[in-house]
């Protein structure tokens, strides 16, 4: 599965195949204490919600990172309905969707360099006319791009026109890179037909720990059938960590987004689209070739055939010195 969602075990390569935060704030250093106290009980997430709740949402529900939500949404939810999942997209949209989903499609969205809801809106239509129940399951910002799409307008209004047969399930497991002069916060609009999920261990930097949560129309049936003590003893510690430290945190939010905003300015010239995220598209022609050359400079990078782009890897940025080392072996590949 690591090849397939990015990651590597050999830790003498430099791993730019995940896109995860590489710094982690000073608050979460003493952790593993935490952690060492809490392995020796069970964990509830409903210990910790009613104060969550006052940071994350009335509504907001725990769960094990963004893959519990889905596939608890999966087997419930989406049971003989219409998916649409908009390409190009994390693969385990797709293979969550066919858990239980009538049909799944999967229309391509991106022209010219950007996002065309126009597309994914004539898919709507046509399949709204059949009268089946329709789910749209997408991330944004979109996975690979790292496109981002300020979407609330268009949520209205197809909830509006169609009420409750389309129902949208967004996953914003990368919203913190964006800068937040960009960002809309979706969770702050009145739309019914909304269903959000977030995650904590990307922008943390702890991708080995899961947790996140859930907020919107489907947060308490998420609520109903998420596991018991899934979160483990180091999401719980996570999760009590993050509201003790509350302004910590959000100081935190905004010093990694305006990092990221830095570092891509370095690779605007390598990127294929106008990423807004920790991570960027990278064209490269013959991928193996590529990737060979790359582990000689001890360095490993994740290919996108799977996401509909061939020739292309996904860079996950990291800190200052390792993104000048990575900017030198670019500049040498393509020149030579």
Known sequence: MGALHGGIRDETLIDFSISVNPMVPDFLKELDKKVRRYVRRYNYA??????????????????????????????????????????????????????????????????????????????IYKEA?????????????????????PISRFVQHISEEFDNQVEFIIDEAFID???????????????????????????????GIRVG?????FSQLVERYRMPWAIGADGFALVEQIMENYEQFKTFLEESALFFEMQRKLFSGFARFNSKTN???LFVGDVCKFLTLAQTKGMYFRRTDDFGFPGCVRVGLKDEATNLKLKEFLEW????
Not at 130 to 148: A, C, D, M, R, S
Not at 213 to 217: D, L, N, Q, R
């Open 46 to 123: 409903e210990w910790l919600e009613q104060d969550f709740r006052k940071f994350f949402g009335d509504d907001a529900v725990i769960v094990a990172g963004a893959t519990e939500a889905l596939h608890i949404l999966g087997w419930s939810v989406f049971k003989n309905a219409t998916t649409i999942i908009p390409q190009p997209a994390y693969s385990e949209y797709e293979r969550v969707a066919k858990f239980a989903s009538s049909r799944v499609l999967t229309p391509w969205i991106i022209e010219n360099g950007w996002i065309n809801l126009d597309t994914l809106r004539a898919t």
């Open 129 to 149: 006319l059949h009268g089946e129940k329709i789910f749209v399951l997408l991330g944004n910002p979109n996975n690979p791009t790292g496109l981002y799409n």
């Open 177 to 207: 890179f964006v800068p937040q002069a960009e960002r809309e916060e979706l969770s702050k609009f009145d739309i019914p037909n909304l269903t959000l999920i977030r995650t904590f261990t990307k922008i943390l930097g702890l991708p």
């Open 213 to 217: 949560y859930v907020t919107g129309k």
């Open 279 to 281: 991570y960027f598209l």
């Open 333 to 336: 590949y393509f020149s030579s």
